[in-house]
């Protein structure tokens, strides 16, 4: 038996996955890391438990193929997009990861929006004005912390440093540089204007190259802490977005991917650069002749972690399941009761780190469970938005695949296929950014294989129930725009008073 390895390491884990050549997992490991936010808007990790992490992974796969003899064909690679860390000239990190979750850089794109150079940048790089890019952690750290910009010899991310570590060589994926909003998506170089504003040399980047690319000089120690051969080939990959909709065959124009996780995003692929004239949508390299054009949003599973945590703190043993079957003994609309979940601020509609969540509606009739289910509704209702977006831009769209912890649930499932009027479909993978990866594995290695993308089931629109989702949706854009304006004064005032 032959199997291909996919590693995709993401925000709070990574996840280790062997394939057969038929698409059937044969082992996976998830390793999990702390993720640092100590102060406000800050959210680092540690590089070398992420690198730990992946060494691990792949061991644990690898003795799992020894055992049963099979032949581990390559390892292949997906990332978490916007990621940070600056390097020494001793090639030692002189920063923890600064993940796209860091919002400390608002106050640089604020300054771009002001100087009229964010659409422009938007235009060459494709990448949101946001806090989440590395374009502005570099110009937060020039400005903050220039004892630290002025020592770093290199700009890189997480997958880049794990590819370091192993390889010796500093490279980047077309993928993730389309992400890091210094990278021109049309000349597949980087862009001059933006390294310009960010106050960096190209030589302090990284060597560009194709998603396919692969390297096959493991040093042995490296080979035995993997436990691989020295010779097995790894292929760079790309982000965990574009490879999730490879892993979830959401690959042809008018196939959406939708995945609610952690966070979230809306997703779709084209055969060339797609702009949103407002720049209100991402579009980034998959591989060869492939973009990705989308937009992601910080706020999904993660809200129900806080109703568990937060309102349920009494009942240590509230499951997830069980949070969401409470929201079932509501109805659509909940009754009236609309949920704005920017807990987090957000990217995607709004790109505004600054904007909070709220409920809007309330009587004394609504309960608790009106409250869940508008928290579910308010989720998908915010990645609606964005899907009709992408339909006016890139569109029209004609059927939807669905991935991500939130696909386990068919009452969730079912709000989003009556939000979206879609088909909405859910395929047996539970690990879209790795399977992605170890198909684009294989076929970089032009090695013949059987994998399909097994769909477990389709739903189908409620006809009473998208009438319904849509003359909500209405009322839930037009709230969500009437408060734009007043989430600068409510996040100065809680800056100012809860110290």
């Known amino acids: 038996m032959q199997a291909m390895i996919g590693v995709d390491i993401g925000t709070t884990s990574t996840k280790t996955v062997l394939f057969d050549l038929k698409g059937q997992v044969v082992a996976k490991q998830n390793i999990g890391y702390p993720l640092y936010q100590d102060q406000a808007d800050k959210a680092e990790e540690d590089p070398d438990k992420i690198f730990v992490a992946v060494v691990k992974g792949i061991s644990q796969v690898a003795t799992v193929a020894k055992e049963k003899a099979i032949e581990i064909l390559g390892v292949s690679f997906s990332a978490a997009m916007h ?8 090639d030692q990190p002189l920063t923890r990861v600064i993940t796209w979750a860091d919002n400390r850089s608002e106050s640089q794109c604020i300054d771009l929006q002001k100087s009229g150079k964010a659409q422009a940048l938007y235009l060459h790089t494709g990448t949101p004005n946001h806090p989440m890019t590395p374009l502005t952690k570099i110009m937060w750290f020039r400005e903050n912390r220039p004892e630290l910009f002025s020592k770093a010899k290199k700009f890189i991310g997480i997958k880049e440093y794990v590819f370091f570590k192993l390889f010796g060589k500093y490279v980047i994926d077309f993928g993730l540089a389309s992400a890091t909003g210094l990278f021109d998506i049309q000349t597949m170089h980087w862009d001059e204007q933006a390294l310009q504003i960010a106050g960096v040399s190209e030589n302090q980047l990284l060597k560009l190259v194709s998603t396919e690319t692969t390297f096959s000089d493991l040093q042995p120690k490296m080979a035995k802490n993997l436990n691989l051969s020295a010779e097995v080939p790894f292929i760079i990959g790309s982000s965990d977005g574009a490879l999730a909709n490879l892993g979830v065959g959401a690959t042809t124009n008018g196939r959406l991917a939708v995945s609610i996780g952690t966070s979230g995003a809306v997703r779709m692929v084209v055969d060339h650069p797609v702009f949103d004239p407002q720049g209100k949508l991402f579009c980034y390299v998959l591989g060869k ?24 703190f009494k009942d240590k043993h509230m499951t997830y399941p069980e949070l969401i079957e409470l929201a079932s003994k ?19 509609p709004l790109w505004d780190a600054n904007a909070r969540g709220s409920f809007f509606g309330l009587t004394r009739k609504h309960t608790q469970v009106d409250m869940i289910r508008a928290v579910l509704e308010g989720i998908v209702l915010n990645l609606c938005e964005i899907e009709q977006r992408i339909d006016q831009i890139a569109g029209p769209i004609t059927s939807v695949r669905a991935t991500g912890g939130f696909s386990q649930s068919s009452l969730w499932v079912q709000i989003l296929t009556d939000c979206f009027n879609q088909t909405v479909t859910v395929s047996e993978s539970s690990a879209g950014s790795a399977w992605g990866a170890a198909i684009m594995g294989l076929e970089s290695l032009k090695i013949e294989h059987d994998i399909k993308i097994k769909q477990f089931k389709t739903w189908t629109p409620d006809s009473q129930y998208v009438a319904r989702y849509h003359d909500l949706s209405e009322i839930w854009q037009d709230v969500s725009r009437k408060l734009e304006p007043e989430y600068q004064k409510i996040s100065d005032f809680q800056q100012k008073y809860n110290k």
Do not use: C, T
């Open 330 to 348: 509501s109805e659509a609309g909940a009754h009236g009761l609309i949920f704005l979940p920017y807990l987090g601020g957000e990217r995607a």
């Open 83 to 90: 990621s940070l860390i600056l390097m020494d000239v001793h």
């Open 289 to 312: 002749d492939l973009w990705l054009v989308g937009g992601p949003v910080n706020n999904g599973g993660i809200i129900l972690q806080w109703i568990r945590e937060k309102w349920f």
